[in-house]
């Protein structure tokens, strides 16, 4: 379990970034976070990820404090280019969380076969990133953050650089991972309707310093489709208030 308390945070002497977060994310839940952009997101997401130490509040995974990266942290940025290693084949790169944790050769290649299965790519182990798409980068990326077992798992902006097919498809993956594996997922994203398909809750952050508005439970059927579950009324509806939330009346800019 995540859970962040009282969080809040300035850059050096600058104003504040972050101010009194609260928010626990249960173990298996994947909570989204969506905000307008500079209301301090990622600046959030560095907290949790143990990369940057917050000015004010604490982070606890599993009742453990986050003053370093945990071991057991998968993240997944938006920019899967320069997240992977181009050097290394896919397979190593899906490995790489293996090694740290002194896994034998012969396992972590398997280990690593494996979590490929699970995002589709199989039989791409001995390939190099650059000779795959985007799409197929962005779940290396994935294969390697599952490698870990994470106890979290962090994701920033990660489908924002796909086509929509592909985006959509990454969602679908990932939502299936969400279900079959239990994972326990915090996600960023600028997209209202992302959020509310992905997510079993969505926490809106405010700017001015960043601070929770709201924070919707999505109840819509655990097994969503991209074109059915959309065009449910629940759907339609808690996209609004999300969207109500992010923009409160009278502050659209044009
Ligand atoms: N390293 C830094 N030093 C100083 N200020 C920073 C730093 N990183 C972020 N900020 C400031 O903190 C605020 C929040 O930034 P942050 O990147 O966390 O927001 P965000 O919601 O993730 O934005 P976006 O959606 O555009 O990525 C912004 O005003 C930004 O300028």
């Not at 001995?126 to 994701?155: E, T």
Request: charged residues 25%; hydrophobic residues 40%; negative net charge.
């Amino acid at each position: 379990m995540l859970h962040i308390d009282h969080l809040g945070h300035r850059y050096g002497v600058g104003p504040p970034v972050l101010a009194d977060i609260q928010l626990t994310v249960p173990d298996g839940q994947l909570v989204t976070l969506v905000g307008p952009s500079g209301c301090g997101k990622s600046t959030l997401l560095r907290c949790v990820a143990g990369l940057t130490r917050p000015a004010e509040g604490r982070v606890t995974l599993d009742g453990e404090p986050v003053d370093r990266v945990p071991d057991r942290l998968g993240v997944v940025f938006q920019d899967y280019s320069r997240s992977l290693f181009p050097w290394l084949t896919v397979r190593d790169n899906v490995s790489l969380p293996l090694r740290r944790q002194g896994l034998g050769r012969a396992r972590r290649h398997e280990e690593a076969a494996l979590m490929l299965e699970q995002v589709g790519l199989a039989g791409t182990g001995k390939q190099h990133p650059w000779q795959l798409s985007g799409g197929m980068q962005q779940r290396v990326a994935l294969a390697r953050a599952l490698a870990a077992r994470p106890a979290l798992l962090l994701m920033d902006e990660p489908f924002g650089a796909l086509d929509a097919q592909t985006r959509e498809d990454l969602e679908d993956l990932l939502l299936r991972l969400h279900r079959e594996g239990g994972l326990t997922v915090l996600f960023v994203t600028h997209d209202i309707d992302e959020s509310v398909y992905v997510g079993d809750r969505v926490v809106v952050l405010a700017p001015g310093p960043g601070h929770v508005r709201a924070d919707l439970p999505v109840e819509l059927p655990p097994v969503r489709d991209q074109i059915a579950t959309r065009a449910l009324p629940e759907f339609t509806e808690l996209r609004a208030e999300v969207g109500r939330a992010v923009r409160p009346a009278g502050t659209a800019t044009p």
